[in-house]
């Protein structure tokens, strides 16, 4: 109690429903015990995987430990350059997962770990027109957002900082400006770092959240993987609370009340 | 499940345990019967009450609700503009509250409704050897919070912008400071306008997290008294957990690693 | 005496050399008269217009104002959302302007005024193949900076934030991202509110600054001028001259010493 | 031209005029000479010396070089942890200087170099009643900074950031809180890491700026003594021109207007 996991507020993504907000990645874990773990006690219904360890399925295997937990796996293409290469390991994963919808990353390097505004926007045409459910990882742009959304996407999911860097949201107004104009679920990948960022990211009106470090690097991963859980839930509930507004001068009692109303000041 | 209340992590102050690190106040709700829900929900253990509301006691008084919800009643100083004034109103507090824990607040005007530093420390003393169990309002001075620490207060309560503002943690390096020094529990009070500047403050190490207005004058109470409460567990559990460092750049696979660890990229 | 212009560290972009790191732009001025005393407060030597502005040249005009004080007009793309309108107004602006210099804008709608990153790249292309000498506005995307140097652009102009707000640098970390990657100058263009936001571009490492709306509509648009001119120098020689680290903790004298150090406590 | 030195606009305390609003201090200086060459540079007129070194006068010392450049000492009671204390060296500081100013610092430790909020307000009643002009070092505590004011000195010197750690200023809004209450100039003191840093100081009202280490610690001190004197210069004519407001939103140009007013987008 005291956390919603999302029964009555599912996220929606292409027509299916997920419990929960909060979409897990695998990288970064020392074992494959450790991360079990942390992925159950995240909630989390939907992970990422990249396509080699899906191949070596079998016995012990993260797809296997997937399935065992009823988590969906969703394909990436971790480690492509080009939309030729992300189109070609999305087919791949296509096959070994027996799924249509795929986590497109287009990195531009290998040591900023950002993507190519250009050929991920060409991936993601190719993909659609083939009939891939496609969720784009993409900078934090809001024209970038909106061509991925008009090209066909079933989400869109900007980073908050650099991957693995755990910075959190480097620039909220962007992130903002991609939710009010988006057609689509936004979901905030890349930069979070703690449990008050996943939290942000929901305040600012993001349908989820996927990380995957700030989990299984940080000291105790099961414990981070149940702040992260409470983190998006309060995030979430927060949004649809609706917040007081900020203001710059303090909110002083009425003079003229005398002191009956002086206890809002605590 | 997901929100570990603090049952097996209590906030201990004065040598007395409390089952939520969430201190709620009730100032700005607009009835008592959304007020009940709202300190239901949050699953507050100890709730700052004025003076005067305690005064007119009785049935359908914020007395009585605390009461049948077994919420702790935390009389304050509120309205308060010199020691004198502040002691004598800690006394009466004492008298019709039946309990010598105080929140002593001392300020120096009713429009920035910030703190008297000088006369804030003249009255935690006397009180202090008058038997009280003092838990100031303090601005994030370290030097303050060191002095109210070392006058033998129970614990320090250090602002994060000011009262009824929203504004979050204006000064977090304060906050962390005065949390590396602290003898006694770290309380911040005032400032928190959303979910996330709870989960920052434990994130902080703060030791608990006291408000009223972001709450009472939500748009919808009970759901943000729901979120803060997973807020405070997600960013005590964070803190504990250990975040990953922040990084300036990005984390990159090893090119040598083929992309057996590309998927930490998610 | 106390401004260095940049006689002697001009910004050179395309092998031509500007003794003023400052480029301004004329849109917002009231009048001519106010905006010519504003440029030559400035010191500015390069200065934008769009198209339409100098089509209506002779006596009185911007084309003769900008002549009269010796400005070298850089005319714009302004107003264009697609790669073919951007070249077809770069080539009617490089017959009225006799420069195959042009500030290229290609926005993906009018109120977001953000650049659209694919339309950008292709009609920077087109026109760097056809001699132009091509200064595009794009977001502070890192990577689309790395397309536009390597598409042949004489230099970058990130966004510090949308046109026209005010709010200065949202993400510095990105600015400072395509300076260290920066084969071309990089000019911070647009966001600049005040002095400090254009001081702390050049702090980060850009080679100049554009601004119009800052000074134009400021409330003593001359003054402001003035002050813009000395940020940018102090920015400039901030840079150069090698700032001290920032430190975690105070900068202690040591004990040991006595006094003798403490001055370093000013 | 370029900077105005603030011969028109000078700075004003106790009945006294200064030519510049930068207030330099010497700690940090690695050798004379090279602080005689960016004292010069940075233009001012006042500089804060620590007793020690104005005892150990003579050719080749600090004293000597003030008098030479005719740039007023300012005797400070760095290392002073008590009202006590601070009061005695505040004295000794006037008969070997031979002025009654005195920069008041009364420390609460020699590792946070944190003003003791208490001894603080207590040694500057003391010295006022003295006869002393007393420029207080202070917190960035709104409230302390009016204690001090009306307590009789004759500026208040608030810290951005702890001494030494060139974090800039920390709590802006504490900044321009404590200028919008203010009596007396407000010197902002402590924090300043770069040019950026000084303009912003003065875009929030501040009167003038303290510095010390920024620039004698820097690489190039002199060149760092010049982009200070620039930036207080622009921060102050910003402040002074009246920037553009902030703005949530891009400014877009009117549909109605065609084009003609879209070069404000430069």
């Known amino acids: 109690m ?4 999302s029964a009555d507020d599912p996220l929606v993504i292409a027509g299916e429903a997920l419990g929960s907000r909060l979409i897990m990645g ?27 360890r899906v191949q070596a399925g079998g016995e012990g295997s993260i ?11 969703l394909p990436n293409t971790a480690g492509c350059f080009t939309a030729a290469d992300a ?14 919808w795929v986590k497109l990353e287009v990195i531009a390097d290998d040591v900023s770990l950002l993507p190519d505004p250009v050929e991920l926007v060409s991936a993601a045409r190719t993909l659609v027109d083939d009939g891939f459910t ?6 934090d ?27 959190g949201i480097l620039n909220p107004r962007n ?36 990380l995957a470090t700030a989990v ?17 839930s309060a995030g979430r509930d927060a949004r649809l609370a609706g917040r007081i507004p900020r203001r710059e001068e303090a909110l002083a009692s009425s003079p003229a009340d005398g002191r009956v109303n002086l206890d809002l000041a605590l």
């Open 141 to 167: 742009d809001p024209i970038l957002a909106r061509k991925l959304a008009d090209a066909g996407c079933a989400a869109v999911m900007p980073l908050g900082a650099p991957i693995g860097t755990g910075l």
């Open 175 to 210: 992130i903002a400006a991609i939710v009010d104009d988006a057609t689509v679920p936004v979901i905030l990948d890349a930069g979070v770092g703690t449990a008050s960022d996943a939290a942000t990211a929901m305040e600012l009106g993001c349908d989820g959240v996927l």
């Open 63 to 73: 797809w296997e430990l997937l399935q065992r937990n009823r988590i969906r796996a």
């Open 87 to 100: 189109v070609l390991t999305a087919k791949l994963g296509r096959e070994a997962c027996a799924t249509d």
């Open 26 to 52: 695998t990288g970064g874990a020392p074992s494959l015990t450790g991360l079990e773990a942390a992925l159950r006690e995240s909630g989390t219904e939907l992970t990422t995987v990249a396509l080699r």
């Open 216 to 232: 299984t690097r940080a000291g105790d991963p099961v414990r981070m993987a149940r702040a992260m859980r409470a983190a998006v």
């Open 2 to 5: 005291g956390v919603t996991d």
């Open 134 to 139: 496609v969720l784009p990882y993409t900078n």
